[in-house]
């Protein structure tokens, strides 16, 4: 289980991602990311619309990206400098092997590529 320490990081991290030109904020960009081939992983809030996440989940898992879900939009955006956002691309393979390292051993390893990760991200990985 993640604590929220973790959590925190994570959000960090991505927050620092997009700073630095890394990441990609918005249904919108991680799809055009993801069709050009330069998504690495995405970050997918699990409250975002069933709109929102019909555009990138399907797209994201036909590309063979990692996915990590998170319960919320506003935590998620307000870690990118937003009110709420339903995703968030890593572009960066530094970034997200770094992101990847934050979970437990057993849980990034299960994790495949095109398919969520078996956590989810929240108060804690359930």
């Known amino acids: 289980m993640v604590d929220d ?6 959000l960090r991290l ?24 330069r998504l690495r992983l995405v970050v997918v809030a699990l409250d975002a ?3 929102s996440l019909d555009k990138v989940v399907p797209l994201v ?20 400098g937003r009110d709420s956002t339903a995703a968030v691309g890593v572009l960066d393979s530094d970034l997200a092997r770094g992101i990847r390292a934050l979970l437990a051993p057993g849980e990034a390893s ?8 078996d956590a989810r991200l929240g108060g804690g990985i359930e």
């Open 5 to 10: 320490a973790v959590r925190e990081k994570l």
């Open 14 to 37: 991505l927050g620092l991602g997009v700073r630095g030109r890394n990441a990609v904020v918005g249904v919108q960009q991680v799809r055009d990311a993801a069709q050009r081939g």
């Open 49 to 51: 619309s069933r709109h």
């Open 61 to 80: 898992d036909a590309k063979g990206v990692m996915r990590l879900d998170v319960p919320s939009a506003a935590d998620l955006g307000a870690a990118v």
């Open 110 to 117: 299960g994790a495949q590529k095109g398919r969520a990760a």
